[in-house]
């Protein structure tokens, strides 16, 4: 089986051509595969599959095995694989995934995709779309306590819930220790993304994360794009943002019909084959 490892700001997946054969039991490669010691070593594993109603569809798995609805910094990868590998020509691509069809505009240089701009479609801050439960109708800048500690936190649903929460500073967090209580608390069903932000100025935010099924990731860009709409609604930034992660940066806007663009780098890393 052939594939290829790429990473986009750091969130890195081993990505697997399905377009023409599908893969077996994608749960239990993603976990083999994702290993970093034993296997190929990633975030999670992305399948690249037809679709019916997009030019491709994405399918994304986290590193537990676990299928997770949409994933900002893989879908740009899956954006450069596609037009890489000749699989398409067009520069305008619609891919289908669990969070509904995504838009993409591949920036591309030297006959490859060097960056890619998605429209991430509209984040919802009510409460059954994250789901967030015992804290009413929507999560906007709440105090809560969580692992010995207060904090402000804003609930988005990017077709995946977040909890975005607002620190002094973030670089030394102990994630290990406190991520896992957002990630399993009573109040997120179906768990959560947690985004550790430092508002640098009205339009630069820096960030970690805490990814549901992964653990802390280096990027994550529905996150970030939920932590720019966070601080857009609690007035923390304007509705554009460079967002600082582990991996690099992403830009953010938020529009006026409510849209939210993403636009980063994709990049391969290396390719090979699984003969196990």
């Known amino acids: 089986m052939k594939f290829t490892k790429m990473q986009g700001c750091g969130n890195d997946y081993v990505y697997i051509d399905c377009t023409r054969t599908p893969l077996a039991d994608p749960e239990r490669m993603a976990i083999?595969?994702?290993d970093r010691h034993f296997g190929v070593g990633g975030d999670g594993m992305i399948l690249i599959c037809p679709s019916e109603v997009a030019d491709f569809r994405m399918a994304m798995y986290n590193a537990d095995g676990s299928e997770g609805?949409?994933?900002?910094?893989?879908?740009?990868c899956v954006g450069k694989f596609v037009y890489d590998k000749g699989l398409t020509q067009n520069t305008e691509l619609t891919i289908e995934t669990k969070s509904g069809l995504k838009h993409l505009r591949l920036e591309v240089e030297n006959g490859?995709?060097?960056r890619v701009r998605v429209d991430m479609g509209k984040a919802d801050w009510s409460a059954a779309a994250v789901p967030v439960v015992g804290m009413g109708d929507s999560v906007l800048d709440r105090p809560v306590e969580i692992a010995g500690q207060t904090w402000a936190m804003?609930?988005?649903?990017?077709?995946?819930?977040?909890?975005?929460?607002?620190a002094d500073e973030v670089a030394h967090l102990p994630l290990e220790e406190i991520g896992p209580h957002f990630e399993h608390h009573p109040m997120f069903p179906e768990r959560v993304n947690t985004e550790f932000i430092r508002v640098i100025d009205d339009h630069t935010l820096e960030m970690r994360?805490?990814?549901r099924g992964s653990g802390e990731t280096l990027a994550c860009g529905t996150g970030a794009c939920a932590s720019v709409v966070a601080a857009c609604l609690t007035h923390r930034t304007g509705p554009k943002a460079t967002v600082l992660l582990r991996g690099g940066a992403l830009e953010i806007e938020l529009a006026e019909d409510g849209h939210v663009y993403m636009t980063g780098p994709a990049c391969t890393v290396f390719e090979g084959e699984w003969t196990r």
Request: glycine residues 10%; proline residues 3%.
């Open 112 to 114: 490859l995709v060097a």
């Open 154 to 166: 804003t609930c988005i649903s990017m077709g995946n819930p977040h909890a975005v929460v607002w």
């Open 209 to 211: 994360v805490w990814e």
């Open 69 to 76: 609805s949409m994933c900002g910094n893989g879908i740009r």
């Open 32 to 34: 083999t595969l994702s």
